[in-house]
């Protein structure tokens, strides 16, 4: 177990639905980071939480929000997602926004969008 | 020139081969050059990493090979095994941006 819980591990969500996926960290980090994972593509980040604050939005569409109410736990709320945005996503922590270097990842939410 | 290009796309080595991946960059400030390993249905995890004052970093089977001024780095895995068969992602960073630029990936496949 490394640390990063992510829930559900797979979601099937029509374009009209509204859905969240939720992470949680056991390992007293203070940042915490989306990203998304497509085949034959770098990981892409998404947006980045430093010590419970938005520090990174790296342009990501508006139909994807996220919250972080505290240190531990992180959330990505969807909305009208479109069928492209289906692909694997994955949360990470790291002690705080200068260690990036040392992530530590979930093991992902399998996205399909119909 | 944020980017980091690896090849090959895919791998597959018999057991008790060595499995190389490479990888390049254009940004001189990157300074952090991290290998991800990551299974099926598990999320990547740090597997070795080198800063670029030296040229090798040796852990177990695995190497990272570094070559400044080429701007390329390398991974091998000696004496492969199947349990060593996952996706690696090679990455880089550096100090004044705090971003983890990952490469495409890797899937390595390991036969007995």
């Known amino acids: 177990e490394t640390g990063v819980t992510q829930t559900p591990r797979h979601l099937v969500m029509g374009m009209t639905n509204k859905k969240s996926l939720k992470c949680e960290q056991h390992?007293?980090?203070?940042?915490m980071y989306w990203y998304k994972q497509s085949a034959k593509k770098p990981l892409e980040l998404m947006f980045v939480?430093?010590?419970?604050?938005?520090?990174e939005n790296n342009s990501v569409p508006s139909r994807f929000s996220p919250e972080c109410p505290n240190s531990s736990h992180l959330f990505l709320h969807l909305h009208t997602l479109q069928p492209e945005d289906s692909a694997l996503y994955l949360c990470a922590s790291s002690q705080d926004r200068a260690t990036i270097e040392k992530l530590f990842f979930g093991s992902g939410t399998q996205l399909s969008v119909l | 020139q944020q980017q980091v290009k690896q090849s090959p796309q895919s791998l597959i080595v018999q057991k008790g081969g060595i499995s190389i991946i490479n990888c390049a960059y254009e940004n001189t400030a990157f300074d952090y050059f991290p290998w991800y390993q990551q299974f099926p249905g598990k999320g990547p995890a740090l597997l070795i990493a080198i800063r670029p004052d030296v040229s090798e970093k040796k852990e177990g089977r695995f190497t990272i090979s570094f070559n400044k001024s080429a701007k390329q780095f390398s991974l091998h895995i000696m004496d492969s095994q199947p349990g060593d068969s996952a996706t690696y992602f090679c990455a880089a960073s550096s100090y004044n941006t705090d971003k983890l630029i990952f490469g495409t990936g890797t899937r390595l496949q390991v036969f007995p």
């Open positions: 390992l007293g980090h203070n940042a």
């Open positions: 939480y430093n010590f419970k604050e938005q520090t």
